[in-house]
């Protein structure tokens, strides 16, 4: 059997000192902790692949980035170098599904299973090659979780998703891909010594670009109406103040005949003069010309409370309107 040496290697480097990688189950990136002498150091590259091996096994870490850089003295420096999971930090997920109606079920155009609510966010966190098998199946329809997605992050909205149903987010460093596993299933640790070694991350990862996204608002206004006509010299009036509103009201000269017009003896505009026009007097027929086209067809915003049962809509029951 061959003796088994350690050996490393990162983009730009030809030596190192030591090397350390954590790794664990999760979204969080694994950490690798690099050590190097200032002339290696001066080649190192922020983004590359780290390639760990003990002579034997060789596991490429590829699409890593150096996440900080701390000087130890003696001309040491120690690089920590976050796995491709730092990549997870970023992009964004967003919907409404399985929200629930005023009777608790399930809205049908919001239904979705949990294996598609998982490849929607894997998508979106740009994994090609993934397994969901763990994750188990829901038959009943009040146990699909609701979620409401505004740019979520798709890997912490996937470990959210999962978590409640015992599994977790695994990437596989050999493989290099992700499954959903079920918590408590697998190999036993191997029965050897072990260092357990977390360095301190200090800088940011950056990204490639910002976005800025808001949430959908939906804004619903009622305003009192009121029905309004026009005069035959043009002006706007309430129908009640109309000169040739009904005597009776207008519930005796319904629409679309308005038999029982008031004609008025003399136009209330004669007399009054425009650039170039004189209004002269209306026959019947013409005032009912007129009411029809306007009488019950012409409304205007007023500013007076909404108040009363006819504003008891469904929704809207405590729901106090302002006065303006």
């Known amino acids: 059997m061959p003796e088994l040496f350690g050996q490393a290697s990162w983009t730009g480097c030809n030596d190192f000192i030591s090397c350390t990688y954590t790794y664990g189950h999760g979204i969080s990136p694994g950490v690798a902790t690099l050590v190097l002498d200032e002339a290696n150091m001066r080649l190192a590259q922020g983004y590359g692949d780290l390639l760990l091996t003990d002579g034997t096994n060789i596991l490429a870490l590829h699409n890593c980035k150096v996440s900080d850089v701390q000087y130890q003295g003696q001309g040491r420096y120690s690089l920590a170098i976050l796995d491709r999971r730092w990549k997870w930090a970023f992009g964004g997920v967003s919907g409404q599904y399985n929200q629930r109606d005023h009777k608790n079920q399930v809205k049908p155009w919001q239904k979705q299973t949990l294996d598609h609510l998982a ?55 050999f493989s290099d891909d992700v499954v959903i596993r079920q918590v408590g299933f697998g190999a036993d640790l191997p029965d050897i010594d072990y260092e357990s070694f977390t360095p301190a991350i200090d800088l940011p990862e950056r990204p490639s670009r910002l976005a800025v996204v808001g949430a959908e608002t939906a804004y619903t206004c009622a305003f009192a109406l009121e029905a309004v006509g026009q005069e035959p010299w043009g002006e706007i009036k309430p129908i009640n103040e109309l ?63 909404l108040n009363g049962p006819k504003f008891l809509e469904p929704g809207l029951e405590h729901v106090d309107f302002p006065a303006f």
């Open 119 to 173: 490849l929607f966010c894997l998508r979106a966190m740009g994994e090609p090659v993934f397994e969901i098998g763990d994750l188990p199946g829901i038959n009943n329809d009040q146990d699909l979780p609701a979620v409401d997605w505004v740019w979520a992050n798709p890997a912490q909205a996937l470990a959210e998703l999962v978590e409640p149903f015992g599994c977790r987010v695994v990437w596989r460093p």
């Open 243 to 305: 000169s040739y509103k009904p005597a009776a009201g207008w519930s005796v000269s319904p629409p679309p005949y308005f038999w029982n017009l008031t004609v008025p003896d003399a136009n209330p505009a004669l007399g009054i003069f425009f650039p170039g026009i004189k209004i002269s007097t209306l026959t019947p027929d013409e005032y009912r010309n007129l009411a029809k086209s306007c009488v019950f067809r012409m409304y205007r915003i007023t500013m007076l409370p």
